[in-house]
Structures are given as structure tokens and as C-alpha cells.
């Protein structure tokens, strides 16, 4: 695919993004073996392209949903690193106070719903959630809505569903396909296809078969795309949610890339030998910083002074994000016992 | 002024709907069948043509998707209310109901809530068979953030199914089919219920029967009987599950000298009565006097035939008969059953309510 670059500011933005959520992970990984970030912790280096490239097109009206791997969208969409690291940590000043750990992240004012690990868990719920938004919009359109005020709003906010490979096995996944055609809901599928559950290759669980073209059966708009070129996902995506906002009903991305550490935790585990020879060394030349970076330079819209100072200004952010996650305190005893019920 | 109507506990149930609807404009109703032509045995008769298809209508087959689908919506401030016809359908939906409605508000540390209602209806007779008769309210009933309910008169059905809706918690709403055609007061003026405690369904001081759903009506079918051989049975409802009301039983126990039956519409092991007891001995055990009886299904599931199943339901007459052996009087167990019998086929809860349902 060819592909148009986005705005030279805009391209930057996109990279400086990608870098924070890299960096980010690579300072979570380091500190991780301190035994002190005690909860099962996915991360996303080498998949950072798909979250900022989507998320670039959202406002904080519009909502995400996310997975067992959602660093990268949280911070994509916005939400708050201190809280993050501080969620990892156990404290109470997480995102969620210390009960969800790295695989429960939330921040309601960036409109990032919530990340939960059962594979497909979240699918539904954004679904549900554009269906609301939906409704009230209709609502507001006729006039009678409390929910709006009764006035016409601008345009439809999107919901956002972040999610892998894996889910194209499970039932709710096209039991919310289907819905999502059914009712027009303006929702963005966007699939994150790393190859892998775990340490099982896409072969052993799926037929050969694009993914994208499931979703099309359904009565989607879908393509695919290479999710390691951020420029390329950027562009697909404002068509999506353009098109999502406007009423033209759900949209799927398949974006290819590929996740470098183990599934689960924060060591590289190619010695396992889970993966073809070379595989993982192939794809980390298709890097999505390592391209974007000599895009930039490649078109002269930064340069070296620039991008060293992009890392120092983030090296500095995330050490002060630690310094201000680890001032964070244990929830109490009494505390666990609240919020059972509403 | 008391605004007190007689109605039966299906028409309670529509009764409440269409009230909660009137209320809750970010109210849906969702189901399969829904608005087709049987409106869920009645109880959503009218809605859709009232309230319109956006609020009120039918879904695809997909339990778990949409019961997920109904928790998004939730998240995002509606207040739905998903019905199963037969509560085996929401097995399918059991991993979003426990892994992410009863857990969303703790484990999100209370910053988001899941106002959503699901209408089960459990029931037996007429060859529903194994897969369309369980009773599986103990096993929700020990899922933490869930609410698990069985409300068993028409006034508790009608207040609990508004309470559910208002309540910003996921709801079980279990409802016995043969609950359905039985008349009961409904009290509209009553405040909102709190969905918890049990009610006191008939007083009494020679024995305590603690009983579940319909149960409760077999319970007072035999107690009325036991009364004319002078023999007076306190009767409980435990409509709520999940929240058991064991000083309610604690304190019947200290009138009625600490004899017990408990009598539940599921199979003995898959039964609320263990939980009771277990409970009720934790902090209550020197209250009981003699050993307690559970009357209980047998744990198979029942078979289809009619023949088979006429011996798979106690009811009655089992409660009865275990009342007279705690209270040491086996000789009236044969005249009282005798007067409890009936010629009614067991597959059917009276005349007027012919098969196939």
C-alpha cells in the first residue's frame, strides 16, 4: 500500500506517542524484576503502531475498550501513566485502586473504559456501550432526551474495541459482529493480529484464512493492513471512524504485526523456539519506531537533535511517573471490603 | 390511599415492567421472544407497541454476547433488563454475568456500575425435561456481587422487579413458572423494596418451614392441612437468595422450638437449603433442637415422561410428612397426605393452565 503521510506535525505527534508507550514498557520490564509489580503484566513493545495510530482520531468523548494487553491503548487513548505504574505497584492510588493490576486498567476521563483479560471478555461491552450512544443520539435527534438535553449533538462519539487474533475463536466475537451489523452501531473492531495466543501460532488454532474477510461476511466494512506502519494504520483508521461517526455503521481493521516479549512478562523468550528461526528478527527490522523514525529523517521533517529530545523529555516523564506511582500507599483492609455493590 | 389491586404474579411482573418503564426512560427490555406473539407467557404483553422497538424487543440467539452487549449498554447509563424463558438458556451467558457483571464495580474500585436486571424463569412439568426445568439458583447465589432474588407472591414479584430495575447492580430474577397463574395482592403505594429479608407467608409456633420460590406455596398447602389436626407450621419465604435472611430463621427457631424443615425447588445438592444450614449453624446452631430435614429434588435431572417425573417433584406432602416425623406424630402422616392429595396430574400446577407451556 501506498501511503500518504500524515502532516509532518502530525507524524511526529504519531512517533513521539509510540515512543512514550515503548519507553514506557521498556521502564516497566526493567523494573519488573524488582518483585515489586507483582501481577501477571502483558506488554505491547512492538505492537505500539495500532493504538496511537487509531486513538489518534478519537476525542475523549468517544470510548475504548481494551484487552489483557492494554498498556498501549490506556496510554493512547489518554489515560494516566502515574496511575498505571501506581495500578501495578498495588497501590491504592491506581487506576483502580490496586484490585485490578495490569490486566484492569480504567480512566474515565480520558474515556478509556476498562481492559479486562478473559480473551473477548470486553468485545460485548463496547458494542453495548455504542449501542447507548447510539440510542441516545437518536434520542436527542427526536427531541424527547433527558440524556442529551433534549438538543441535536454534533456527531455520534465511536466506540473503540482493541483486540487480538485469538478472539476470532470465541463465540461472543461473532455473536457481536452480528449485533453490531444488525443495529449499525457505531464501533470500530480493531484486530490486532500478533500471530500468537500465547505460544501457539495462528496455524494450529485457525484455518488459513484472512480474518478481515470474516468480519466482511458479516456485513462489516473491513480491510487489512500493515499495523507496524503507523502512517498506514493513521490512515485507515480516519476512514473508519469517519465513516463509523457518520452513521455508515461498524468497521473492522486487521492489522498485522507482532508481539517481541514473552506473552507474559517482561523477558524476550525466543529461546523457547515457539517461533519460526529469524521470525522475531524479521519483524523487529519492521519495527514500527524503527520505520517512522527514517520516515522522519528520510523526509526531513525531524532530525537527530529533535528525536533526542523527544527520549529525554520522555526518560524524564517516566522516571518522574515512578517516582510519583511508588509515593503511593497500600489500600487498607476495610477498603477491600467496599464496593461490592454499588 | 392504598391502591391495593388482586393480580396474578405474571400480570405483577408485566405490571412492574410497564411501570419501570414509564420511570426509567434509559429503561430497555431484551429477550428472546420479547414482543412475539406469546410476549413471554404474557408478562411483556404490550410493552413494545407502548414504549416502542428501541426500548422493548427481541434479540439474536446469542445469550452470552448479548447478556455482555446489556452490561455495555449498562456501563454507558441504561438500565436493561435481559429475560431468558428458561433459566438452562443463561448458562450460555454465565462467563460476562460472573466474570464481568458481578465484579465490574469492585474490581474498577466502584467507579463504574452495572444497573442491569435478568429475568430467569425456572419451572417444571409438561416434559420441559433436563434441559429446560433447572433450578440453578444456588449456584448463582454464590457469585459475590451478584444479587440473586425469588420472589414467590404477586406483591413481591411486582415491588422486587422495580426494585431490581432501580437497583445499580446486576439482578438475578428468578421466577418459578408455576408461580405465574397465582393471584396475590399488589400494594403499589408500598415503598421501594430493598431486595432482602424473607417474609413471614403464615405464623405459626409448633415447627418452622423455611422455604424457596414455589416451595413456599407447597409449604402452605401443608400447613393449612397440618392446622386442622391441630398442628400450627410457621412458614418462610426465603425470596431472597443470595443475602439469606438467617436471623429471620434464627428467630422463628427460638418461638417454634428450634425445629426445622427447609424446602427447596432444586436437586438436594445443587440446593439453597446447604447454604442455610451452613449458615444458620455458623451463628445460630444452638437454636436448632433437632436435626433439620431438607426436602429437596433428587440429584438427576428430572426425565421428560410424565411417568417418571410425577415421582421426581416433592411437594406437599413430603413437607408434611417431615413435619409430622420432627414433631414425633408419624401416625397422622397417612390421613394428612390424604387430604393433601389431589387428582391433579403432577406435570400441571392446576386446570386451567393446559400444556404445552
Known amino acids: 500500500m501506498t501511503v500518504m503521510s500524515p502532516a509532518s506535525a502530525n507524524l511526529k505527534h504519531l512517533y513521539y506517542q509510540m515512543l512514550r508507550i515503548r519507553r514506557a514498557e521498556e521502564a516497566i520490564a526493567r523494573r519488573y524484576a524488582e518483585q515489586q509489580m507483582r501481577c501477571p503484566t502483558h506488554l505491547c513493545i512492538g505492537e505500539e503502531a495500532i493504538a496511537v495510530g487509531v486513538c489518534a482520531h478519537l476525542t475523549v468523548q468517544d470510548k475504548a475498550f481494551s484487552n489483557h494487553r492494554g498498556h498501549g491503548h490506556y496510554l493512547a487513548k489518554g489515560g494516566d501513566l502515574p496511575r498505571l505504574l501506581a495500578e501495578l505497584y498495588g497501590f491504592a492510588e491506581g487506576c483502580c485502586g490496586?484490585?485490578?493490576?495490569?490486566?484492569?486498567?480504567?480512566?474515565?476521563?480520558?474515556?478509556?473504559?476498562?481492559?479486562?483479560?478473559?480473551?473477548?471478555?470486553t468485545v460485548p461491552l463496547a458494542a453495548g456501550y455504542a449501542w447507548a450512544e447510539q440510542m441516545k443520539k437518536s434520542d436527542a435527534a427526536q427531541g424527547y432526551a433527558s440524556v442529551a438535553g433534549g438538543r441535536m449533538p454534533e456527531a455520534t462519539n465511536v466506540v473503540v474495541i482493541f483486540f487480538g487474533d485469538g478472539c476470532f475463536e470465541e463465540g461472543v466475537m461473532h455473536e457481536t459482529l452480528n449485533f453490531a451489523v444488525l443495529k449499525q452501531l457505531p464501533l470500530l473492531f480493531i484486530c490486532e493480529n500478533n500471530q500468537y495466543s500465547v505460544m501457539t501460532p495462528l496455524a494450529e488454532r485457525q484455518p488459513k484464512r484472512d480474518?478481515?474477510?470474516?468480519?466482511?461476511?458479516?456485513?462489516?466494512?473491513?480491510?487489512?493492513?500493515?499495523?507496524?506502519?503507523?502512517?498506514?494504520?493513521?490512515?485507515?483508521?480516519?476512514?473508519?471512524?469517519?465513516?463509523?461517526?457518520?452513521?455508515?455503521?461498524?468497521?473492522?481493521?486487521?492489522?498485522?504485526?507482532?508481539?517481541?516479549?514473552e506473552h507474559c512478562g517482561p523477558n524476550e523468550d525466543d529461546d523457547l523456539g515457539y517461533r519460526s528461526p529469524g521470525e522475531l528478527a524479521e519483524w523487529k527490522l519492521r519495527c514500527p519506531l524503527l520505520q517512522t523514525r527514517q520516515m522522519l529523517l528520510g523526509l526531513q521533517l525531524s532530525n537527530d537533535a529533535e528525536l533526542a529530545q523527544m527520549e529525554s523529555q520522555l526518560a524524564e516523564e517516566i522516571e518522574q511517573a515512578f517516582a510519583s506511582a511508588l509515593e503511593g500507599t497500600h489500600p487498607t483492609i476495610d477498603s477491600m471490603r467496599q464496593h461490592l455493590y454499588a | 390511599m392504598r391502591d391495593v389491586s388482586m393480580m396474578t404474579y405474571g400480570e405483577a411482573i408485566r405490571e412492574a415492567l410497564d411501570d419501570a418503564l414509564a420511570k426509567f426512560p434509559e429503561m430497555l427490555l431484551i429477550g428472546e421472544g420479547v414482543p412475539d406473539p406469546k410476549t413471554i407467557f404474557g408478562t411483556t404483553q404490550g410493552l413494545q407497541e407502548k414504549y416502542g422497538p428501541q426500548r422493548v424487543l427481541d434479540?439474536?440467539?446469542?445469550?452470552?454476547?448479548?447478556?455482555?452487549?446489556?452490561?455495555?449498554?449498562?456501563?454507558?447509563?441504561?438500565?436493561?433488563?435481559?429475560?431468558?424463558?428458561?433459566?438452562?438458556?443463561?448458562l450460555l451467558s454465565v462467563d460476562q454475568l460472573v466474570n464481568n457483571a458481578a465484579k465490574w464495580h469492585y474490581m474498577f474500585d466502584g467507579q463504574q456500575q452495572v444497573p442491569l436486571v435478568i429475568r430467569v424463569i425456572i419451572g417444571r412439568g409438561w416434559g420441559q425435561g433436563p434441559q429446560h426445568s433447572q433450578s440453578l439458583q444456588a449456584m448463582f447465589a454464590q457469585v459475590p456481587g451478584l444479587k440473586v432474588v425469588m420472589p414467590t407472591t404477586a406483591g413481591d414479584a411486582y415491588h422486587f422487579m422495580l426494585a431490581a430495575i432501580a437497583d445499580n447492580n446486576p439482578v438475578l430474577f428468578i421466577e418459578h413458572r408455576w408461580l405465574h397463574h397465582i393471584q396475590g395482592e399488589v400494594d403499589k403505594?408500598?415503598?421501594?423494596?430493598?431486595?432482602?429479608?424473607?417474609?413471614?407467608?403464615?405464623?405459626?409456633?409448633?415447627?418452622?418451614?423455611?422455604?424457596?420460590?414455589?416451595?413456599?406455596?407447597?409449604?402452605?398447602?401443608?400447613?393449612?392441612?397440618?392446622?386442622?389436626?391441630?398442628?400450627?407450621?410457621?412458614?418462610?419465604?426465603?425470596?431472597?437468595?443470595?443475602?439469606?435472611?438467617?436471623?429471620?430463621?434464627?428467630?422463628?427457631l427460638a418461638k417454634?422450638?428450634?425445629?426445622?424443615?427447609?424446602?427447596?425447588?432444586?436437586?438436594?445438592?445443587?440446593?439453597?437449603?446447604?447454604?442455610?444450614?451452613?449458615?444458620?449453624?455458623?451463628?445460630?446452631?444452638?437454636?436448632?433442637?433437632?436435626?433439620?430435614?431438607?426436602?429437596?429434588?433428587?440429584?438427576?435431572?428430572?426425565?421428560?415422561?410424565?411417568?417418571?417425573?410425577?415421582?421426581?417433584?416433592?411437594?406437599?406432602?413430603?413437607?408434611?410428612?417431615?413435619?409430622?416425623?420432627?414433631?414425633?406424630?408419624?401416625?397422622l402422616i397417612e390421613s394428612v397426605n390424604r387430604d393433601l392429595q389431589s387428582d391433579l396430574p403432577k406435570d400441571q400446577p392446576d386446570r386451567s393452565f393446559v400444556g404445552p407451556f
Open chain 1, 98 to 121: 490496586g484490585r485490578g493490576g495490569s490486566m484492569h486498567l480504567t480512566d474515565l476521563d480520558a474515556g478509556f473504559i476498562a481492559s479486562t483479560p478473559i480473551v473477548g471478555g
Open chain 1, 211 to 261: 480474518i478481515h474477510k470474516i468480519a466482511t461476511a458479516h456485513g462489516l466494512t473491513a480491510v487489512s493492513g500493515d499495523g507496524n506502519r503507523v502512517d498506514e494504520v493513521f490512515q485507515l483508521a480516519q476512514t473508519a471512524v469517519t465513516n463509523a461517526r457518520n452513521g455508515l455503521g461498524p468497521q473492522f481493521l486487521e492489522l498485522h504485526t507482532h508481539r517481541w516479549p
Open chain 2, 59 to 90: 434479540m439474536p440467539l446469542a445469550e452470552n454476547g448479548m447478556t455482555g452487549i446489556c452490561i455495555g449498554a449498562a456501563l454507558a447509563g441504561m438500565r436493561p433488563v435481559l429475560v431468558h424463558q428458561r433459566i438452562d438458556f443463561a
Open chain 2, 189 to 252: 403505594q408500598q415503598g421501594l423494596s430493598t431486595l432482602s429479608g424473607a417474609a413471614l407467608l403464615r405464623q405459626g409456633t409448633d415447627i418452622t418451614v423455611a422455604a424457596f420460590s414455589h416451595m413456599s406455596i407447597e409449604a402452605l398447602k401443608a400447613a393449612t392441612v397440618l392446622a386442622s389436626y391441630g398442628i400450627d407450621a410457621e412458614v418462610l419465604d426465603m425470596r431472597c437468595v443470595s443475602t439469606l435472611d438467617i436471623e429471620s430463621v434464627a428467630a422463628s
Open chain 2, 256 to 331: 417454634t422450638g428450634g425445629k426445622l424443615v427447609i424446602a427447596d425447588c432444586a436437586p438436594e445438592m445443587a440446593s439453597m437449603g446447604h447454604q442455610l444450614l451452613s449458615k444458620l449453624v455458623l451463628t445460630h446452631g444452638h437454636r436448632l433442637q433437632q436435626v433439620p430435614r431438607l426436602i429437596a429434588y433428587p440429584n438427576h435431572p428430572v426425565p421428560t415422561s410424565h411417568f417418571a417425573a410425577n415421582h421426581y417433584y416433592p411437594g406437599a406432602e413430603q413437607i408434611a410428612s417431615a413435619v409430622l416425623a420432627m414433631l414425633d406424630k408419624p401416625e
